[in-house]
């Protein structure tokens, strides 16, 4: 029998796009802890740690954030969930699935930003 893969969830998608242009805390409060953990990876590799609303997203999951940077740095956790992602991920390093969209660029977000303030 084939082992599972890991397929992210389509709130996890929107929020991973969403990373950099507005507050996601609500919204990331609503996944699952593997989806958390998991979403966390791919923004910590692919979102810019300096801008501030990725500073924003990240500043309530400090405890997650932690163990991820553990096991990145140790490749040993005993956090059930990232051992599952680790099996799901068939790696001794939780593998960043490619087929995830790519984040916002800065002038995407400006005309997000824009669209949102002429709707309102």
């Not at 500043?59 to 990145?72: A, G, N, P, R």
């Amino acid at each position: 029998m084939e082992k599972e893969k890991y397929k992210p969830s389509e709130l996890l998608i929107d929020i991973f796009k969403m990373f950099n242009v507005i507050d996601q805390r609500d919204r990331m409060k609503l996944l699952s802890k593997k989806d958390l953990y998991y979403l966390l990876l791919c923004c910590i590799d692919k979102h810019d740690e300096e801008q501030s609303t990725v500073i924003a997203n990240f500043k309530d999951f400090e405890l997650e954030i932690d163990e991820i940077t553990s096991l990145q740095k140790s490749q040993e956790t005993t956090n059930p969930f990232l051992l599952e992602l680790l099996e799901e991920t068939d790696s001794t390093w939780i593998e960043v699935v490619d087929n995830l969209p790519n984040p916002y660029t800065v002038d995407e977000i400006r005309e997000l930003k824009l669209n949102n303030l002429l709707d309102n």
